[in-house]
């Protein structure tokens, strides 16, 4: 399977008093797994729904292999979306994807094909009203896979599921990309699709604050060393030799850039007594953190005199 190269170019969506999105762009590449993430209001549905061609966007486009979704032919075969939980309560999940089946182009026996691969077999006569968030979420799945898609959109796949049900979500997406599929899943913690994306997209307040692979975006987490020494005037000629470091009031000594074993290294070779030694580093959650934050309202002032 080659999944479908997805690209999402400088799309735009305004409602009157908000912009929803803004000159949104990034691409989702085919085999692997990129992770839409963002907090509450960030724009991540309304992309999502615009890359669907649920909604209009005021500019800009997104498409599969360059073909927009209206344009597609057979487009459950392109892609597969799991949108908010849109199930009559009062059907089965059996009879929620019968409905489905025939706009996808498939057979009824796809249905069962389809509950069976998410695990949801035997609850497929059970209404959906019934039914818990983690199995909503699984019978979401069940209906982005009908038509057998080369691409796969989830909205928030992972809430709601128990431990298990993550790792089981994890695994599944995991294996959709490894067989050559395109998978764009968005939420709002890094932490919980941490091991499952490959890139990230960050998205804040309707603008993208960061696109790069995971292990490039752990990059930018900043380490610092701390350390403290009896002897004032050499722990400040050490630390010097490294630029933005600082010396507090208490006598504690930042290092910014460099690692507990290089500081302690260079301590060693200047003779320098030393009383305290720690590494401390931003985890990946903080770096995100960090890049969905509004800028500091003093930075914003910066900004806005510079402009
Ligand atoms: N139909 C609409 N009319 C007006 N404003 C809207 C509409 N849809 C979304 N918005 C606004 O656009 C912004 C982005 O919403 P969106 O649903 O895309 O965010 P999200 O990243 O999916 O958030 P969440 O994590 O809470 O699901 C929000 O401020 C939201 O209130
Ligand atoms: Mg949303």
């Not at 073909?67 to 949108?83: D, W």
Request: one cysteine or more.
């Amino acid at each position: 399977m080659e999944g479908p190269r997805i690209v999402v170019d400088g799309l735009t969506k305004r409602y009157d008093s908000v912009v929803a999105a803004q000159d949104v762009g990034f691409v989702a590449e085919p085999g692997r797994v990129t992770g839409f993430l963002g907090p509450n209001g960030a724009g991540k549905t309304t992309t999502l729904r615009a890359l669907l061609g649920l909604l209009t966007p005021t500019s800009g486009d997104a498409t599969f292999d360059g073909t927009s979704y209206g344009r597609l032919v057979r487009p459950a075969t392109v892609v597969g979306a799991h949108l908010e939980p849109a199930f009559h309560p009062g059907r089965t999940a059996r009879g929620h994807l019968r409905t489905l089946a025939p706009l996808s182009g498939v057979p009824d026996s796809r249905c069962d094909e389809v509950l069976a691969m998410v695990g949801l077999a035997e609850a497929a006569d059970r209404r959906v009203g019934g039914y818990s968030l983690g199995m909503r979420q699984r019978l979401g799945l069940a209906t982005a896979l009908l038509g057998d898609p080369r691409a796969l959109v989830l909205d928030e796949p992972a809430n709601g599921l128990d431990p298990a049900g993550i790792t089981w979500m994890r695994a599944f997406v995991r294996a959709f990309a490894e067989r050559g599929g395109t998978v764009l899943l968005s939420s709002h913690l890094l932490s919980e699709v941490e091991q499952t994306v490959d890139d990230v997209v960050i998205i804040a307040r309707g603008t993208v604050r960061h696109a790069s692979s995971l292990a490039d975006l752990s990059a930018l987490a900043t380490r610092e060393v701390a350390l403290r020494s009896p002897d004032a005037d050499g722990l400040a000629r050490l630390v010097a030799r490294w630029d933005g470091s600082t010396v507090a009031p208490d006598g504690t000594a930042t290092v910014r850039g460099a690692t507990a074993a290089e500081v302690g290294a260079e301590a060693f070779a200047a003779g320098l007594e030393v009383h305290h030694l720690a590494e401390h580093g931003e985890n990946l959650e903080q770096v995100f953190l960090r890049l969905t934050k509004d800028p500091d309202p003093e930075d914003r002032l910066d900004e806005e005199a510079a402009a």
